[in-house]
């Protein structure tokens, strides 16, 4: 029995083959092509080749994919979204979409309506649901809406009222309609999350393509395997699950990346720079899996609040340009990106990159250096200098205390990275690195988390744990974990002192292994 991973940058796409004992059997490194699709069907076309495994012994295939992200800086491929806030009267102050990007809410919003109802912290009911409301706004968009988003104030508290707005929406709009709750997306706060629902609305569209997609390039070579993509948290998710959530899987090819290189080093907690061709991303090793983020994070300009690893980008990578002259010279962002054999210098291009600075400084491409003969050596050095110090910078962002840190390079554009830096004890460069990202893809848990706010007057702690407990393994379940392996990641229970009533916010992951 085996394995594939898959991992799709905007440089390349990147395939590995595991077997059973998670060993790395092959792994490949295509193009990525503009319709993505053809460069997945390449990559595995290849991995298959190359390792001669018989593809009716492939058991599992996980994708992580920048299609969702990409629809979103892009502005392109995005469903319109008919958006219902249960809310009224609490927030009727502020509307939806009220700090979107101006050209990102015209691709994407149709209506908006703050309707009755939403909850308090503790559960008890702000004002009763207005079945009309909601049924009057429906009839309004009908035929026009390409999916709905719904937003309660503390639904993640109590999702009843979202429950039963989404069954009166369908009522009007019909079954296959689809519907974005945004207790099953985000955490407490309510803007934040309404905002991740209705992205999440958007992106139905692309999660369903790129689904179809991808069983399609399977059918083609002939793989029946079960099918899981990679999520912003380390972990996956079943297709099915994909379909109705793919926003989860913006800024998967990160933690792909942490998540192989902490496999492939054998190292649970340390930095990892994984530099690709287009851009480098930072993040931190925590126990094996990300650093996730504790702020809002921002999703194509839009403010969130759903989990997203804690990770710094940079348009700093083996493809970015290089401009000027040795008085006064430019590093990116732009970079070449996938046309890197057609552009850059030491492929016979006529641009200069990062990749040819380090060939011209013996880290790279010996056997072609004579295609950057012409490159001033003292240029070279200045240069490595300013990519030095703005890699040292980037990781005293990530650390949070003085003390030197072990750094794993991933990534094929890591030779632009120095031998040495400073803050940095270790430089560990594992095997198949330039492949950890598709590694980290087919590595495979399944996660499941909840965050809730309680009142400690009304539950104690314990059973508030217990029934936070049960939904996130309900959840993990649901995502494709099989139930006897799921045990908890992490349990994080914060007393609330601005809140009345002994308030205390829970949350709590679980992994498990795949069905």
Request: glycine letters at 8%.
């Amino acid at each position: 029995m085996y394995r594939i991973g898959i991992d799709v940058g905007g440089t390349n796409t990147d395939a590995c083959i595991l077997d059973k004992d998670l060993n790395v059997v092959n792994s490949v490194k295509m193009p990525t092509t503009d319709d993505v699709e053809s460069g997945i069907y390449n990559s595995l076309k290849k991995v298959l080749e190359e390792s001669k495994i018989d593809s009716s012994l492939i058991k599992y295939v996980m994708l992580g994919t920048t299609h969702c992200t990409n629809a979103i800086v892009e502005r392109k491929r995005l469903n319109n979204v008919a958006m219902i806030r249960i809310a009224k009267p609490a927030t009727v102050a502020i509307n939806p979409f009220i700090d979107w990007p101006e050209d990102l809410r015209q691709k994407v919003e149709l209506d908006s309506i703050i309707v009755s109802g939403g909850y308090e912290f503790d559960g008890r009911i702000i004002s009763e649901l207005c079945k009309d409301e909601v049924v009057e706004f429906c009839e309004k968009v009908k035929g026009k809406a390409e999916s709905v988003a719904i937003s309660g104030v503390f639904s993640p508290v109590n999702n009843e009222q979202e429950k039963q707005v989404a069954k009166w929406v369908r009522e009007v709009l019909g079954e296959d309609i689809p519907i974005s709750l945004s207790n099953e997306i985000g955490n407490v706060g309510i803007l934040e999350r309404e905002n991740a629902a209705i992205l999440n609305s958007a992106l139905s569209k692309v999660g369903k393509d790129v689904s179809l997609g991808l069983k399609k390039s399977l059918h083609q070579l002939n793989i029946d395997a079960q099918i899981y993509f990679s999520q912003n948290d380390g972990t996956l998710m079943n297709l099915e699950y994909t379909v109705k959530y793919p926003i989860f899987t913006i800024g998967c090819g990160v933690t792909n990346s942490i998540r192989g290189a902490s496999f492939l080093s054998k190292v649970k907690n340390a930095v990892v720079l994984d530099v690709g061709g287009t851009t480098s991303d930072l993040g931190i090793l925590q126990n094996g899996f990300p650093r996730e983020s504790a702020i809002a994070v921002e999703v194509g300009g839009v403010h969130t609040n759903f989990r997203m690893p804690d990770i710094i980008s940079i348009g700093l990578a083996g493809g970015t340009c290089v401009k000027g002259d040795i008085n006064s010279f430019k590093i990116g962002p732009e970079s070449v990106g996938y046309k890197i054999t057609e552009e850059a210098l030491v492929f016979g291009g006529n641009t200069l990159t990062l990749s040819d600075v380090a060939t011209k400084l013996g880290r790279a491409f010996g056997d072609k250096i004579n295609n950057v003969s012409d490159l001033d050596i003292k240029y070279c050095e200045l240069i490595q200098e300013k990519v030095k110090t703005t890699l040292e910078d980037l990781i005293d962002q990530m650390k949070t205390n003085q003390d030197d840190v072990d750094l794993v390079l991933t990534g094929g554009g890591s030779i632009i990275v120095p031998e040495k830096l400073q803050g940095v004890k270790n430089i560990i460069i594992p095997p198949h690195y330039n492949a950890a990202n598709a590694i980290g893809a087919a590595l495979g848990q399944v996660s499941g988390d909840v965050e809730k706010v309680y009142s400690l007057d009304k539950i104690s702690r314990e059973d508030a744990i217990n029934e936070v407990k049960e939904e996130a393994i309900k959840k993990a379940q649901m995502a494709g974990a099989k139930l006897d392996s799921i045990s908890v990641l992490f349990i994080e229970d914060v007393p609330l002192a601005y809140l009345p009533g002994n308030a205390i916010r829970i949350k709590i992951k679980v992994v498990g292994d795949l069905v």
